[in-house]
Each structure stands twice: as C-alpha cells, then as structure tokens.
C-alpha cells in the first residue's frame, strides 16, 4: 500500500472532518492509503473553488508541484480534478486517481477545447484579475489552451490553474468539439492602450 | 486629441451613469441637466437628459473619455451619433425596475453593432435589495440575442466595481494582459 498526502486549503473544519473520515474509509478499499496534512508540498491539494482566495491558493500549490483538486458547489464539469459539495467517496475516490494519474503524466493531454459558460462573480475576479483576460479570450468561442495562451500571453502552467478554478466555479467547461473563434468585425485598439489604462485603473 | 478614445455608458434613466463615470473619472463629470417632467421626478432630484462626461488621463498624457448616454428613450437618436468611434459600451441595469431583462434587451438591441464591432460589459445595480431577476436570467436573456458578455453584480458608488466593470470590458475586446 502507497502512502499519500493530501493539504486541504480553506475548507471548513467539518469538511475537513469528512474529509478525513473519507479517506480513511476509501483507504480500506483501494491501494492507495491517503493522509489528510496540513503542511504545504504534498502529493495533492484540495482547494475551496468558491473561496475568494481560491486562485491565488492554486497557484500556491501549483509552485508546490502539488496536483490541484478543487471543491465547490458547482462542482465544475464533472471531468478533470473537481470535486462538487458535499463530499461524496465514489467521486473522492474518481478524482484522486485521475490526480494520482495527473501527477504520473506531469498534468499533460489538455488537447481539447475549453467553453465559457459565464464569467466569474465580482468576488472572484477581484480577487484574480488574469481571470478577466481568460474570459475575455473565451468570450470569442470555445479554444485550446493553447490558443488561450497566445491570446492572453499568460503562461500555461499557470492558465492551467485558471482554468481548473474556473471549472470547478461552473463558468467553463471542457469541449470536444473542435475550438473556433468568432473574429471580431473590424476594430483593434491601438497597440498597448489597454494595458495602460488598465494600468492606471489598477488592473494591470 | 484622438475622438476615438472614448467609452460609452448607457442604461434606464436613474440607473447610475454620472456616478459610474465619476468613480473613476479624473475630472468632475460635466453633466447637462433639465428637470423631469414625467416620473422620473419621483424617482431623483435631477435627470440627465443630454451627455454626461468624464476623462481619464492616462501617464503620457493620453486621455479616454467617458459618455454617459441620455437615458430616456426620446433621446435615443443620439445612442447612434455617440456609438461612432467607441471603443466599447458599459450597459448599466438597475435590479430595482420593474422589467430589468426588458431593459436589457432595450439597450442591447440599440447599441448591437456596437457590441459586435467592439464590446460590452452588463452591470446590474441594486442586486443588494433586489435579487431577482438573477445573474443566470441575465445570461439567459443575453443568449437569446446570440451574446456572451461579462454580467457583473456591482455598486457604481464604488470606484473598484467600476474598475472591474472597465477591466471586463477591455478583456472582451482585447484579453491580453500585457
């Protein structure tokens, strides 16, 4: 039997309860023996999504090389790493192999397409501002995240953790279909306005 | 200076146009008053009836205006002179009406060509009495015209809900973040 660790990041202390209490029941069954730690650079994190701190927590564990699993009452789009509330052992047990699974590939194999289905609440987006700039990009049809990084020049390993905390916030959901884009008719801003204004608005 | 640099706010009368500009306006927004004659006495002390104005001066010197679109629907033959040029539009919705969805549709049907030209953010305004109808209505009612467009829940009292308004809006123009 493996030994695995697992930081919980925001989550109420009941959860953590139940949390613990899943773990150790899902542990019994399967190979994998997970322990619930509160110390950061564990084998996977698992992030309140609907906390307004939720982005910056990701990317903390992401430089942690921790697998990211978010929690949130959407639950996102039932693939990848999100967990909905409340905690259930059938989905635990789902999404702690696929993070087992994502750790083993180094978190590639995100070829298909990402949809915008809302942008984020005010909270949020406060609390991240790159999450306006990945919306906006989306807000032109479903695409990569490749595409998406090219369009809004943020890295992809942290677009990676956008993404997952949009997910888990039911504002985005993965594709199949291939990605298109709507081209805007005719206009561009002039070069480098925005990125001053919003400079000078503070959201830059 | 370029016209050009300009950004449009517009919505129901009493909505909040004049005191989003001036949340983040780097001079006092010049404001054209005449006194209502019709219900909207009963609902402030003063209406615009012609253009709000507002200016943020950027670090070189540059400088984006911002217009407060007329309110009132008898005055909708100057949404079009105004949207010429415009760099997006920030359509205001005040929860408190008695059909903000209506409302919504009104200004989105008005400045269309705008909005796919450009872009457009949606603030909804007074959510924090009036909940109903809710963000997933408005994103519902944006569907039915095709649209996918940032719908904000804000205060326009506060200078940082209008930042975010403003951020959202130059995200579904131009997403790049440097």
Known sequence: ?204 | MDASRKFLFTGSPGVGKTTAIRAISDIEPVTTEMAASDELAARKESTTAALDFGEIRLDDGERIRLYGTPGQRRFDFMWELLTEGAMGVVILVDNSRPDPLADLDIYVENFGQLIRDTGAVIGVTRTDRYSTPDVDAFYARLGAHRLMLPILECDIRERDDVTLLMDALMSTIEPESA
Do not use: K
């Open chain 1, 1 to 204: 039997m493996t030994r695995r660790t697992l930081r919980s990041v925001n989550l109420s202390r009941r959860e953590q309860m139940e949390l613990d209490l899943l773990l150790s029941l899902v542990g019994e069954q399967e190979g994998d023996q997970w322990q619930l730690v509160n110390r950061i650079g564990a084998d996977a994190a698992i992030v309140d999504a609907d906390a307004e701190t939720a982005g910056q927590s990701i990317v903390e564990a992401r430089r942690a090389e921790e697998v990211v699993i978010t929690l949130s009452q959407s639950g996102g789009d039932g693939e990848g790493l999100c967990l909905a509330r409340p905690l259930r052992s059938q989905a635990l047990v789902q999404v702690l192999e696929r993070a087992l699974q994502r750790a083993a590939a180094g978190g590639r194999g995100e070829a298909s397409a990402y949809r915008l289905r809302r942008w984020p609440g005010t909270d949020m987006l406060r609390s991240e501002w790159r999450l306006t700039r990945v919306c906006g990009a989306l807000g032109r049809g479903p695409q990569t995240m490749s595409d998406i990084a090219t369009r809004t020049s943020i890295e992809e390993s942290e677009l990676r953790d956008l993404l997952q905390v949009l997910t888990g916030a039911g504002c985005v959901e993965r594709t199949a279909g291939s990605a298109r884009t709507r081209e805007r008719a005719s206009w561009t801003p002039p070069s480098g306005l925005f990125h001053r204004l919003r400079a000078r608005l503070g959201r830059a």
